[in-house]
C-alpha cells in the first residue's frame, strides 16, 4: 500500500504564499502523473496542476502564473507553491499519484485565504 503524506496547509492572507508538500512512500520515478487537486465547499473537484514522468506539467486555469509544481526524485516529493493566493483558492487540498496499475490519494490539507 502507497501513502501520501500532505503538509504545508494553513491559514493565509489574501496575496501570500503557501507551499505544500507530498510526500509518497514509494519512489516517485516510475509514476505516470502526480500532482494536486482541490476541492471546496458545495464544489466538484477540480484539477490544480500535475507532473508526469517525462516534467510535462499542466496546471488549472485559475491557478496558471500564480501556482508552480515541481518535484524531487530523491525525496519522492512534490511540491505545490501557491503565490498571490486568492479566498477563492481556499479548498481542501490532496495530493494524487498515479503508477500503472495503481492510483493513490493523500488525505488533504486545508488551505484557507482569509483577511
Known amino acids: 500500500q502507497v501513502q501520501l503524506v500532505e503538509s504545508g496547509g494553513g491559514l493565509v492572507q489574501p496575496g501570500g504564499s503557501l507551499r505544500l508538500s507530498c510526500a509518497a512512500s514509494?519512489?516517485?520515478?516510475?509514476?505516470?502523473?502526480m500532482g494536486w487537486y482541490r476541492q471546496a465547499p458545495g464544489k466538484q473537484l477540480e484539477l490544480v496542476a500535475t507532473i508526469t514522468s517525462s516534467g510535462t506539467i499542466n496546471y488549472g486555469d485559475s491557478v496558471k502564473g500564480r501556482f508552480t509544481i515541481s518535484r524531487d526524485n530523491a525525496k519522492n516529493t512534490v511540491y505545490l507553491q501557491m503565490n498571490s493566493l486568492k479566498p477563492e483558492d481556499t479548498a481542501v487540498y490532496s495530493c494524487?499519484?498515479?503508477?500503472?496499475?495503481?492510483?493513490?490519494w493523500g488525505q488533504g490539507t486545508q488551505v484557507t485565504v482569509s483577511s
Open positions: 494524487r499519484a498515479d503508477w500503472i496499475g495503481g492510483r493513490y
Open positions: 514509494r519512489s516517485i520515478v516510475s509514476i505516470v502523473a
